[in-house]
């Protein structure tokens, strides 16, 4: 469709400009142009629509009726361009930050990132992991997806089950661990925590196994959870599993059940948005995306929930998950 009737862009810029400015003198300075350029724009205007727009008076200028009318469509039309370019860019450009532990970025979202690529291809995401997966005050974090209770305005994504796991080549030599007792008495594989009792150690476990422990436990200590399964895999000993965090482990059979107790705790991964309102449709889009792949691919401790994405994520909440 060609748009024969419409006038040279440069000349309702002027226009619009001069009209709203009451001034062609003060258009002249907002456009950066000279006052007898903007006067040049609306005189070509004026003869091409063959009336008169303004009504020059002593000290600025005033639409008349047939002005009026064009500076109505004009601001209409200008304001939708407006819009719908600024929703293009913010589109093209969307970014969102996504906080986490080491344990999950490399477990859960790492290797299905692609897929939110594929499906958002138009939302970039930055993935920031720190050992606790909390990040405080920092506002350049969109999401937190952080291991603790769940608290006003978050989403548990996955709840906590735990087993003991070890290599199939420790198994082959100490042998499964029917009871508490026995787990006890081969070598433990320990994760030191910056925050005492956020997840299931061996004591804890233990306990909620019904077999608190009498003696300290000894074995080797890890500082970072990516190093603990790296000893167990490599037959050192009988770590804590998070299941939901091992299923590659699983299913290449770098990792085995080391006893049959697997417990579960009302503690997991919560999804939290800390982001500003602008950014709510692609958090949204985010944790939707976060539940349909644990569920597509049957991620243990996977929940179920009826809450309101749009409800949680109204406004920013601070994650409450202490023990």
């Known amino acids: 469709m060609r748009y024969g009737n419409i006038p040279s862009p440069h000349a309702l810029i002027a226009f619009e400009a001069?009209?709203?400015?009451?001034?062609?003198?003060?258009?002249?300075q907002e456009l950066g142009i000279g006052q007898p350029a903007i006067s040049h724009q609306v005189t070509l205007l004026e003869e091409q629509l063959n009336q008169p727009l303004f009504r020059r008076l002593h000290r600025g200028v005033a639409l008349t009726g047939a002005g009026q009318e064009l500076f109505?469509?004009?601001?209409?039309?200008?304001?939708?361009?407006?819009?719908?370019?600024?929703n293009i860019r913010t589109r093209r450009s969307s970014r969102i930050s996504v906080g986490t532990d080491f344990a999950f970025a490399?477990?859960?979202?790492?290797?299905?990132?692609?897929?939110?690529?594929?499906?958002?291809?138009?939302?970039?995401?930055?993935?920031?992991?720190?050992?606790?997966?909390?990040?405080?005050?920092?506002?350049?974090?969109?999401?937190?997806?952080?291991?603790?209770h769940?608290?006003?305005?978050?989403?548990?994504l996955l709840a906590e089950q735990v087993a003991p796991v070890c290599s199939p080549d420790f198994l082959a030599r100490h042998g499964f661990?029917?009871?508490?007792?026995?787990?006890?008495?081969?070598?433990?594989l320990h994760l030191d925590s910056e925050i005492e009792n956020r997840w299931f150690n061996w004591e804890s476990w233990l306990r909620a196994a019904g077999y608190p422990p009498t003696a300290p436990l000894s074995g080797h200590r890890f500082n970072t959870y990516l190093l603990?399964?790296?000893?167990?895999?490599?037959?050192?000993?009988?770590?804590?599993?998070?299941?939901?965090?091992?299923?590659?482990?699983?299913?290449?059979?770098?990792?085995?059940?080391?006893?049959?107790?697997?417990?579960?705790?009302?503690?997991?991964?919560?999804?939290?948005?800390?982001?500003?309102?602008?950014?709510?449709?692609?958090?949204?889009?985010?944790?939707?995306?976060?539940?349909?792949?644990?569920?597509?691919?049957?991620?243990?401790?996977?929940?179920e929930t009826t809450t309101s994405l749009?409800?949680?994520?109204?406004?920013?909440?601070?994650?409450?998950n202490q023990p």
Request: glycine share 10%.
């Open 18 to 28: 001069a009209a709203r400015c009451g001034s062609f003198t003060r258009a002249a």
């Open 72 to 86: 109505d469509s004009v601001t209409t039309a200008l304001g939708h361009i407006d819009q719908t370019v600024e």
């Open 106 to 148: 490399s477990f859960i979202l790492m290797p299905h990132l692609a897929d939110f690529t594929t499906r958002f291809p138009d939302i970039e995401v930055n993935v920031v992991t720190n050992q606790t997966g909390r990040f405080g005050m920092d506002e350049n974090i969109d999401i937190e997806l952080s291991f603790g």
């Open 150 to 156: 769940c608290g006003p305005g978050g989403i548990l």
């Open 177 to 188: 661990a029917q009871t508490p007792d026995a787990l006890c008495k081969m070598p433990l």
């Open 228 to 303: 603990v399964l790296s000893a167990a895999v490599s037959g050192q000993g009988v770590a804590l599993g998070w299941t939901a965090l091992l299923q590659h482990h699983f299913q290449n059979g770098q990792l085995v059940l080391a006893s049959p107790a697997t417990l579960s705790s009302d503690r997991g991964y919560v999804l939290t948005s800390r982001a500003a309102p602008h950014r709510q449709s692609q958090v949204t889009a985010f944790a939707n995306w976060a539940r349909d792949i644990i569920a597509r691919d049957n991620i243990p401790g996977g929940t």
């Open 310 to 320: 749009d409800a949680a994520f109204g406004q920013p909440h601070a994650l409450e």
